[in-house]
């Protein structure tokens, strides 16, 4: 093998650890591997942060029902929607339940007729109250 064929191995192998460790390839591939589905994707779209994929979770495990629920995300610019996670077309939509993510403005504003049934942070479930 000549010498300019070995500096430029040398010089491609250098590029391509550089890439690697700046997108972090490795910690990636580890997590991958060792880590189950549900700690990635909250790891991703968060816990009651981001897209809130944890609570909305927790409240799909925690009360099956038989229809989907609405899941709406306060934060503005949040562009992804993770109620799709869940979704099953199956089972139509109730307008009777919401799944509130991120939402730090007051409830008794938008959200009048419904009353809290969960709370962790700035994420709730709530139902629509017929008082």
Do not use: H, W
């Not at 490795?26 to 700690?39: A, C, G």
């Not at 993770?82 to 959200?111: A, C, G, M, T, W």
Request: with cysteine; proline share 2%; net charge positive.
């Amino acid at each position: 093998m000549s010498n300019k064929v070995a500096k430029n191995l040398f010089l491609v192998f250098i590029i391509t650890l550089f890439v690697s460790v700046k997108f972090n390839l490795f910690y990636d591939t580890y997590n991958l591997f060792k880590k189950n589905y549900s700690y990635r994707m909250i790891s991703i779209y968060g816990d009651c942060s981001k897209e809130g994929y944890g609570f909305s979770k927790l409240i799909n495990e925690k009360y099956k029902t038989n229809f989907n629920y609405e899941i709406i995300n306060g934060q503005p610019g949040s562009f992804v929607t993770i109620q799709y996670f869940f979704y099953d077309k199956n089972k139509p939509y109730s307008d009777n339940f919401k799944i509130l993510v991120n939402y730090k403005k007051d409830l008794s504003e938008e959200f009048k007729n419904f009353e809290i049934i969960e709370n962790i942070d700035d994420c709730y479930f709530v139902k629509l109250s017929y008082d």
